[in-house]
C-alpha cells in the first residue's frame, strides 16, 4: 500500500472539498483499489485530539512509515518567523515545524494546490506580513519553506499539483500513477507540475473555440464570446487540461461563463490588473498566447475579425444563441 | 481543577483547538481557539473591487459559493444594482447546491463517524452504526460521495465548477444554461431527491419537512430504515436532544426568500433584523484592542501579543448579546414548527442541530427543482452597471453554516476597507470585553471531560459544523 499522510496549513482546504468529488467511484474505494491509503487526514480520519497527535508524532519520529506527505494550504511563517499564524492545534508548534520534520521522513512530497506549491494568496498581501510561501517555492523562485535543494527520501523535489483549487483527478492520477509505476523527473514540468495535466493548456478543448477563431469577443460578464480580449481570460497561456478534463460532470471556468484566472501558475493571485479585465497594449492584449508570435497573432486577429460571420459576431454578445447556424439544404461535403 | 487542551479536531472544516477548565470530570468553563491566521481582509486592501469576486471564494474551500455570494451582493448594494429574475434564480440554485451538498458531507463525513468510536462498543446500536459510519472504512461513503458528485454536477451546469466559481456576479450570474441543460438539471435534482428519500430519510422529502414536535419526530423515526433515523435511535439512547445549548438567541440573515431575516429566543416571536445592530469585539482575539465596532467601520489589526487574546477570532454580537447562527437558527427564526418545539424544550442541542440540517434538505431541495422551471429562456441572466469610485456596500448572505455578512468601502476605485463576519466567528466566539462566553464556550459548560469521559465534546462541537477557516478569514 502507498501511504499518505495529509496536512493543512495557510489555505481554503478547498482542495480536498474538490478531491471528495473525485469521480466515478467514491474516493476513499477508489484509493483503495488503487493500492492507496490515508494514515491520517485531517477531514476524513477518525482520530483526533491526543490519538491524531500520537500518530503524527510516530510519523515524524519514524514510528509511523508513510509514503507520501501531502501538504494543502501555504507554509505561514509569521509574524517575524515565528510560525505563530499557524499552531498546530492541542500542541502549540508551529505547523511550518512540523512540516520540515515530516518532509525528511517522507519519500514523496506533494504541494496540493497553489497555495502549498507557490504561496497563494496568502503571499499576496502587499509586504507578505503571513511570510508565506509553498513548500519549495517562493510564488515563481525556488527556495520556500524547505529550499530549493531539498529532495525527499525518493530522490525528487516537491511535486507541485498546483490549481486553485486542484482537480480531483490531477490529484489522484498523480497518486495513482506513482503507486502503479513510479514518478520520476520527467513526469514534471519546470515548475515540477505533474505533466499528466500540465502539459496542455486550458486553451485546448475550449468551448469557446469558434469565438477565439474569429476573435469575436465578449463585452460583458454572461456574454457568449471570446474572454480574452476583454474579460481577463488566460487560457491561453495557463497549463492545466479543465476544458479536456471536466469540473463537476460537464463545468470548467470558461464553460461557467468567466474567465481563466491562471489559478495553476505562480503568482495568478497578483495579476496586477483586474481578474476580470484583460490588460492591453494600444488595444492589443497583453498577453499573447503561448508560442504566438505577436506580429502573426495581431495580423491573424486583424484579419478574422474582419472574416467574423453575424452568427458568430452577434452571439459573441449575448448570453444565450440569438442565431443558430444555417443548415444547408444541399447535403454536407 | 485541572486544564486540557483539546486539539486538533479532525473533521471540522479547518484549525480547532479548545482549552477546557475540568472540575471533578466536568467542565467548567471553555476556551475556544481557532490557531490558523488568514488575513483575508488585507488581501483585499487595495484591490480593485470587483476583484472581491475572485478573492473572497478563496477564503472558504467548503462555503466558497457562500463567501461569492456574499460579495457579489455587497458589490451589488454599492452599486444599487439588482441581480435579473434569471440571475437571481440561478444564484439562488447555486448558492442552494453548496448548502446541502455541505448539510449532506457534515452528517456522514465529518458528524456521524464520532458514534463509531470504541468508546461506544457494547450500546445496542454500535455494530450497524460503527459497520455504516465509521470513518473511510465505513459503508456510507461508497453511497454518499457518488451522491454528493453528482449532485455538484448542477455547478458544472450554473456555476463552471466548485468550489471557487466566478459564475457569481452583482447582477446575476455569467452562466445562462440552455433548454438541454436544464432539463439535464433537473434529471440531476430528481437523482438527489431520490438518493435523499431512499438512503437518507427513509421517506418523502415532503412528509418529512412537515413533522412538527419533536414527538412526532420520535415517532416517525420509529423503526424506519434509513441513514438519518438511525441517528435519532442513537441520539435517543444518547440522549444528545438534550446537551449542546448555547445561548439560545437566534440570526438569521435570510435565505432564498424560503426563510426570514431576524432574531429569535425562546417563548417568543421573531424580530426583524437590524443590520446596525451588529458588533465586532477584539479583546480576547489576538489583535489590537480597542472598543467594539459595527463591521462598516471595523479594523482587523494584528497583534500577536495580546495578553488577553487566545483566538484568531473576534467576537461578534448582536445587540451587545451572543447569538447562534445555522441551519438550526435559520429554522427557528423561519418558525418551523419542530425546531422551535426541539428549542423550546431543552434549548439548542446537538440533536436540534442535526434535525434543521435535514429538514433544509427535505425543504429546499423541492424549491430548488421550481427555480429551475422559473428560468425564462431568452431573458437576461445578468444586469449590469459600473461601481463609482466612492461608495460602501453591505452583502448579507445566509452559507450552509449561517449568517455570513460582507462590509465593503471603496475610496478612489480601490478598495478601503472589507470586513467579514462568517458563521463560524459567531458560533466558535471567544469571550467578549465583558467576558460572555460564545456560543460554543457555553454549550460546553456541564459536560464531561477528561480520561474516561465518553467523546460528548466531539458530538457538540461538531454539532455546529464549524468552518474554522471562515472564522479567521
Redesign the interface.
Known amino acids: 500500500m502507498l501511504r499518505i499522510l495529509w496536512l493543512?496549513?495557510?489555505?481554503?482546504?478547498?482542495?480536498?472539498?474538490?478531491l471528495?468529488?473525485?469521480?466515478?467511484?467514491?474516493?476513499?474505494?477508489e484509493l483503495q483499489g488503487a493500492g492507496i491509503e490515508?494514515v491520517w487526514h485531517?477531514?476524513?480520519?477518525?482520530?483526533?485530539?491526543g490519538e491524531?497527535?500520537a500518530i503524527l508524532e510516530a510519523c515524524a519520529g519514524g514510528a509511523q512509515p508513510f509514503d507520501v506527505l501531502c501538504v494543502e494550504g501555504a507554509m505561514?511563517r509569521g509574524?517575524g518567523g515565528?510560525g505563530?499564524?499557524?499552531?498546530?492545534?492541542?500542541?502549540?508548534r508551529p505547523l511550518t515545524d512540523w512540516v520540515e520534520r515530516l518532509a525528511r521522513r517522507a519519500r514523496w512530497v506533494f504541494a496540493i494546490g497553489s497555495c502549498s506549491a507557490f504561496g497563494?494568496?496568502?503571499a499576496?498581501?502587499?509586504g507578505n506580513?503571513?511570510e508565506a510561501c509553498g513548500l519549495q517555492y517562493d510564488n515563481d523562485e525556488a527556495g520556500g519553506l524547505l529550499g530549493a535543494d531539498f529532495r525527499s527520501a525518493a530522490g525528487l523535489p516537491v511535486v507541485n499539483i498546483a490549481g486553485?483549487?486542484a482537480h480531483p483527478g490531477w490529484v489522484v492520477d498523480t497518486l495513482e500513477k506513482l503507486a502503479l509505476e513510479g514518478l520520476t523527473a520527467s513526469d514534471l514540468d519546470d515548475f515540477r507540475r505533474p505533466l499528466l495535466y500540465a502539459e496542455q493548456l486550458v486553451h485546448h478543448g475550449c468551448p469557446r473555440n469558434e469565438y477565439y477563431e474569429f476573435k469575436a469577443s465578449a463585452q460583458?460578464?454572461?456574454d457568449l464570446g471570446c474572454l480574452m480580449e476583454n474579460l481577463g481570460c488566460k487560457g491561453t497561456q495557463a497549463h492545466a487540461d479543465c476544458n479536456i478534463r471536466?469540473?463537476?460532470?460537464?463545468?470548467?471556468?470558461?464553460?461557467?461563463?468567466?474567465?481563466c484566472?491562471s489559478?495553476t501558475e505562480p503568482g495568478f493571485?497578483a495579476p496586477g490588473h483586474?481578474?476580470?479585465e484583460t490588460p492591453k497594449v494600444a488595444g492589443i492584449p497583453m498577453g499573447l498566447p503561448t508560442d504566438m508570435p505577436k506580429a502573426w497573432f495581431v495580423a491573424l486577429a486583424a484579419l478574422s475579425k474582419s472574416a467574423t460571420p453575424k452568427r458568430v459576431r452577434d452571439n459573441a454578445v449575448a448570453?444565450?444563441a440569438v442565431i443558430r447556424p444555417a443548415i444547408k439544404k444541399t447535403g454536407l461535403k | 481543577m485541572t486544564r486540557l487542551v483539546v486539539g486538533p479536531f479532525n473533521r471540522v472544516e479547518g484549525d480547532l483547538e479548545i482549552t477546557l477548565d475540568v472540575d471533578d470530570g466536568v467542565i467548567a468553563a471553555a476556551r475556544v481557539n481557532a490557531p490558523l491566521f488568514r488575513g483575508f481582509e488585507q488581501i483585499l486592501v487595495g484591490r480593485p473591487p470587483a476583484d472581491a469576486l475572485a478573492v473572497v471564494p478563496r477564503i472558504c474551500g467548503i462555503c466558497s459559493v457562500g463567501q461569492s455570494a456574499a460579495a457579489a451582493s455587497a458589490l451589488a448594494d454599492a452599486m444599487g444594482l439588482q441581480a435579473t429574475p434569471n440571475g437571481l434564480l440561478a444564484r439562488q440554485l447555486i448558492q442552494a447546491t453548496e448548502n446541502l451538498a455541505d448539510h449532506l458531507s457534515h452528517f456522514y463525513l465529518f458528524f456521524m463517524p464520532d458514534f463509531a468510536r470504541p468508546a461506544y462498543a457494547g450500546r445496542p446500536w454500535y455494530d450497524a452504526v460503527a459497520r455504516r459510519f465509521a470513518a473511510v472504512k465505513g459503508s456510507a461513503a461508497a453511497d454518499v460521495l457518488p451522491a454528493r458528485a453528482n449532485f455538484l454536477k448542477l455547478m458544472g451546469f450554473l456555476a463552471g465548477k466548485w468550489p471557487h466559481t466566478l459564475a457569481l456576479q452583482p447582477g446575476g450570474s455569467t452562466r445562462a444554461p440552455t433548454s438541454a441543460e436544464r432539463i439535464r438539471v433537473l434529471a440531476l435534482l430528481r437523482d438527489f431527491r431520490s438518493f435523499v428519500e431512499t438512503v437518507v430519510l427513509g421517506d418523502d422529502l415532503e412528509n418529512f419537512a412537515t413533522l412538527d414536535s419533536a414527538d412526532g419526530l420520535a415517532a416517525w423515526a420509529d423503526g424506519r430504515t434509513g441513514d438519518f433515523p438511525a441517528f435519532l435511535a442513537t441520539a435517543a439512547d444518547l440522549g444528545l436532544d438534550r446537551i449542546g445549548r448555547g445561548s439560545d438567541r437566534f440570526l438569521a440573515y435570510g435565505a432564498y426568500g424560503l426563510f426570514p431575516a431576524g432574531l429569535w429566543q425562546a417563548g417568543g416571536a421573531s424580530t426583524p433584523l437590524d443590520p446596525g445592530a451588529i458588533s465586532e469585539d477584539t479583546r480576547h482575539a489576538w489583535l489590537a484592542a480597542g472598543k467594539p465596532r459595527h463591521p462598516a467601520v471595523g479594523e482587523t489589526v494584528v497583534d500577536a501579543d495580546n495578553p488577553d487574546g487566545y483566538t484568531w477570532c473576534k467576537a461578534p454580537r448582536y445587540d451587545g448579546t451572543v447569538a447562534e447562527v445555522g441551519a438550526l437558527a435559520r429554522q427557528a427564526v423561519a418558525g418551523h414548527p419542530l425546531a422551535r418545539d426541539m428549542i423550546e424544550r431543552h434549548g439548542a442541542s446537538v440533536s436540534a442541530r442535526v434535525v434543521a440540517r435535514l429538514l433544509e434538505l427535505a425543504s429546499v431541495l423541492p424549491a430548488m427543482e421550481g427555480w429551475v422551471k422559473a428560468m425564462v429562456p431568452g431573458e437576461a441572466f445578468c444586469a449590469h452597471a459600473s461601481l463609482p469610485d466612492e461608495c460602501q456596500g453591505a452583502g448579507l448572505v445566509e452559507a450552509a453554516r449561517g449568517s455570513l455578512g460582507h462590509w465593503l468601502s471603496v475610496r478612489r476605485g480601490r478598495i478601503d476597507r472589507y470586513q467579514i463576519i462568517a458563521p463560524t466567528t459567531w458560533n466558535f466566539s471567544p469571550r467578549d470585553a465583558a467576558d460572555r462566553p460564545g456560543p460554543l464556550e457555553q454549550a460546553l459548560v456541564g459536560l464531561p471531560a477528561g480520561p474516561n469521559a465518553p467523546p460528548t465534546v466531539q458530538h457538540v462541537v461538531r454539532s455546529f459544523d464549524p468552518c474554522m477557516v471562515c472564522t479567521v478569514h
Open positions: 493543512q496549513s495557510g489555505g481554503c482546504g478547498g482542495c480536498t472539498q474538490s471528495l468529488g473525485s469521480e466515478p467511484r467514491s474516493l476513499f474505494a490515508f485531517p477531514s476524513f480520519s477518525q482520530a483526533s485530539d491524531a497527535r505561514l509574524p515565528s505563530k499564524f499557524h499552531l498546530m492545534a492541542g500542541d502549540g497563494g494568496f496568502s499576496s498581501t502587499p506580513p503571513l486553485c483549487p460583458k460578464p454572461s471536466p469540473w463537476n460532470g460537464a463545468g470548467s471556468c470558461l464553460r461557467g461563463g468567466y474567465a484566472i489559478c493571485e483586474p481578474f476580470q448570453d444565450h
